[in-house]
């Protein structure tokens, strides 16, 4: 009796991480602070007998804005939320951001069918720092109307699809600043170094030049002389 039971938890045991894979996420999971990138949402349908019709993306705060990528066959709406506190920036006050970007199918033939997936895509600048996580909360819709909520916690059944940001580019100890700087300078070097060779090349030119100059007057002065000696003795 107890091998049935064995071999349905073996089973169970080793169907789990397949399903836990099959989750609504976003790539790539991590992105550099204050860069602009391109974050796709994936949405892969678990379902055998139903499509998926819709796609709701929650956005976590700093989002001022997101522009998507035109899908033929799906609808896209961008809600935004009023800020409580507005954001001072270069270009002015910010006083809304985006609070959620949904993506619904114009019928069943364009929705996600059976063992297929797809990429939403997204172009966003990252907010927070270095060591922030940013969670998006996504509910999938299907034809049946069954909507499965993926809001939770990463080690949870219906984890939320989340962002890593990383260090801002350009920040790893001044290096990208550096560089600039020592090209400059060499350049800088470079140019006099070739200044000095070019007016030396020119002292150089000069000083043969008067040479021969010289040494022409010399042999017209000697010949006049001698033309002169065999005049007097003729």
């Known amino acids: 009796m107890r091998t049935p039971l064995v071999l349905a938890v073996a089973v169970l045991t080793l169907a789990a991480p397949a ?9 790539p999971s ?6 602009y990138t391109r974050l796709n949402v994936r949405v892969p349908n678990e379902r055998d007998d139903a499509s998926t019709q819709k796609v709701e ?10 522009s998507f990528e035109p899908i033929p066959g799906w609808d896209v709406k961008v809600t935004k939320k009023q800020l409580e506190t507005p954001i001072k920036t270069d270009d002015g ?18 929705a996600i069918p059976p063992g297929a997936f797809r ?12 060591g922030d996580t940013l969670t998006f909360k996504a509910l999938q819709t299907y034809t049946g109307g069954e909507v499965v909520r993926w809001i939770g916690a990463e080690d949870s059944d219906n984890p939320a699809p989340t962002v890593s940001v990383t260090e801002a580019a350009g920040d790893e100890h001044g290096a990208d600043h550096a560089a600039p700087t020592a090209t400059a300078e060499a350049t800088d070097a470079e140019r006099t170094a070739a200044t000095t060779s070019d007016d030396g090349g020119s002292s150089d030119t000069l000083a043969i ?26």
């Open 19 to 27: 399903v836990a894979q099959a989750h609504v996420t976003l790539q």
């Open 30 to 35: 991590t992105a550099a602070a204050g860069g």
């Open 57 to 66: 993306l929650q956005f976590p705060d700093g989002f001022a804005s997101a």
């Open 93 to 110: 006050e910010i006083t809304e951001a985006v609070d959620t970007i949904t993506w619904t199918a114009d019928d069943a033939d364009d």
């Open 119 to 130: 990429d939403f895509g997204l172009s966003v600048r990252i907010p927070g720092e270095a």
């Open 209 to 234: 030049i008067a040479l021969i100059v010289g040494a022409l007057g010399l042999i017209v002065g000697t010949f006049g002389v001698l033309s002169a000696r065999r005049a007097t003795r003729t």
